[in-house]
């Protein structure tokens, strides 16, 4: 049941991030690469984010404190939010930041139900 809910949170943002950028005439970015920051304090941030995230999966896989998925959510929610606070403060035209705000929230809304026990 878990996974079938998850599905529908992943297909429901993948629908809105369309949605949006059709309305905002936002173009696509490249389905994979590094995100090029224009603030070194946010490029450093992230990399420390990395670092720990690595270390802490590490961590949790020894002495198992929390599920795996929600370390890699925690993940997704903290680089996603330093990606939009980036395209937020340097990339206002593009309109980007938007789509990875919703991106965020619905990242975000998976993980808080996966915590919780939720789903």
Known sequence: MTIYILIMLVAAAVVVD???RKVLDIPRSKFWGKYEYESLALERWDKYV???FVLFLILDMIFMVVEPYIVSFLFLVVNILLKSI???KYKQETKEYVTSFVQMGFFFTAFVLLASGRI
Do not use: G, P, S, T
Request: hydrophobic share 80%; glycine share 0%; proline share 0%.
């Open 18 to 20: 369309f949605i949006l």
């Open 50 to 52: 990395m670092v720990a």
């Open 86 to 88: 980036d395209e937020w």
